[in-house]
């Protein structure tokens, strides 16, 4: 299986700061990357798909890239509703897995 | 705007089988060339792939779960369904039914609300 690395586990931020959550794929997936953002009790939103593709309807502020097996998400500038739960998902291969994710928190 | 819905018991015994369908509403199962998904949550960690069938009717499943997991679809009803047999304490999650984006295979754009199974006697 393909080892999906987050970091980090939590972070500590204020509104208006540049966050950038990273992940490390275990072998190459190409560009067959997507991100997600989950708040407690609902499910997962999907926020960038294919590395770099935001999904529609997600804002402008959310970004993402690669390079090689690294992946980057940033959001520009934090809002309050940006704290939660992030998660990365390759599916470039079987089983597609996912990142053990990443807590945004209020600092 | 497809919209997904699981049903099931909240309650397993252990040993048992664990039933759970997804109704399909705003879009066809066997149309748009989508892969319908169950992903779990167990708690305090985080998101396993539990495996798919397809608008055509194929099935892959994640080789951790693949002796126990069958997925099926039910076209009459636009619903698919989960079984997981001989369950365990370590089933109990939260069980998510999802499609994947048009054009993005295994990107899962939409979501169900998620039905939180709990294993235990």
């Known amino acids: 299986d393909i080892q999906m690395t987050q970091s980090p586990s939590t972070l500590s931020a204020s509104v208006g700061d540049r966050v950038t959550i990273t992940c490390r794929a275990s072998?190459?997936?190409?560009?067959?990357l997507a991100w997600y953002q989950q708040k407690p009790g609902t499910a997962p939103k999907l926020l960038i798909y294919k590395a770099s593709s935001l999904q529609s309807g997600v804002p402008l502020r959310f970004s993402g890239s690669e390079s090689g097996t690294e992946f980057t998400l940033t959001i520009s500038s934090l809002q309050p509703d940006d704290f939660a739960n992030y998660y990365c998902q390759q599916y470039h291969s079987y089983p597609w897995t996912f990142g053990q994710g990443t807590k945004v928190e209020t600092k | 705007q497809v919209q997904l819905l699981e049903s099931g018991p909240g309650l397993v015994k252990p040993s048992q089988n664990l039933s759970l369908t997804c109704t399909v509403s705003g879009g066809s199962l066997s149309r748009g060339g989508f892969y319908w998904t169950w992903i779990r949550q167990r708690p305090g960690r985080g998101l396993e792939w539990i495996g798919y069938?397809?608008?055509?009717?194929?099935?892959y499943y994640n080789p951790s779960l693949k002796s126990r997991v069958i997925i099926s679809e039910d076209l009459s009803n636009n619903q698919f369904s989960l079984i997981l047999s001989s369950v365990t304490a370590a089933d109990t999650a939260v069980y998510y039914c999802a499609k994947d984006k048009t054009f993005a295979t295994g990107a899962f754009d939409i979501w169900g609300q998620g039905t939180m199974v709990t294993v235990s006697s």
């Open positions: 069938i397809s608008y055509s009717g194929s099935t």
């Open positions: 072998q190459t997936i190409s560009s067959w």
